[in-house]
């Protein structure tokens, strides 16, 4: 998939990691970024094209997928953190809410956005993830839930859009800051480091014709990156 010349979605666009997701696209040379958020006017950026969406009305993205059709590259990074709902106590409405957005939003736009990405030679579909799509958190289960949920989304599309040539990606990210991205950096990973419980790898075997696979030959189950800052 080459960055350079594309037209791309980005969700959640006018801050944080969403806004360094389009600055980046540019960097690359994307020809085209339209800007998904609930309320074009506060994009900021001059060189992107403010695309209303909101992720959980169904009737909002099949109008962007109608305005927006000749994408090449769907980055699904609209999210909230919904830290609202503790593990054994306090009202279930700010998890069912991380799942409407996070994991529901994230299918919905998927659905809407594939047949143009078929139709325009199969693309690029990247799911914004996180650390806490490995490991359950008791702190914040509601988010953690709905981010290990949508990792689970993303392998199935994966495998669901594999025929019509589409590259399925889950970005796995770690801390970030919500004006700015600084200083990260990628790597290829198959499971994260947690410093309050020892890491239990997968065992794994190898050939020359194949990649690293888990156990029972399955292959692992998307093309994830870690981002980690500082490093």
Aim: aromatic share 6%.
């Amino acid at each position: 998939m080459d960055i350079k010349g594309s037209v791309a979605l980005v969700t959640g666009t006018n801050r944080g990691i969403g806004r360094a997701f389009a600055r980046a696209l540019l960097e690359h040379g994307t020809a085209k970024i339209y800007a998904g958020v609930r309320d074009p006017p506060t994009v900021a950026d001059q060189d992107v094209t403010p695309l209303r969406l909101d992720v959980t009305k169904p009737e909002k993205i099949a109008e962007a997928a109608a305005v927006a059709g000749d994408v090449t590259i769907v980055i699904n990074n609209a999210g909230i953190a919904s830290t609202g709902t503790g593990l054994l106590e306090g009202a279930f409405d700010g998890a069912r809410r991380a799942m409407e957005v996070n994991y529901f939003g994230t299918w919905a736009v998927s659905r809407a956005f594939a047949p143009i990405l078929a139709r325009n030679g199969g693309g690029a579909l990247v799911n914004l993830l996180s650390l806490a799509s490995w490991v359950g958190q008791p702190l914040f289960p509601g988010y953690a839930s709905a981010k290990a949920a949508q990792w689970s989304l993303t392998d199935a599309l994966r495998q669901g859009l594999r025929e019509q040539g589409t590259l399925v990606i889950g970005v796995h990210a770690g801390l970030w800051t919500p004006t700015s991205v600084p200083g990260w950096t990628r790597q290829r990973s198959a499971r994260p480091t947690w410093p309050s419980r020892p890491s239990r790898p997968w065992p794994t075997t190898k050939s020359k014709s194949s990649p690293t696979r888990r156990p029972g030959g399955s292959r692992p189950p998307c093309r994830s990156l870690s981002t980690v800052p500082g490093q």
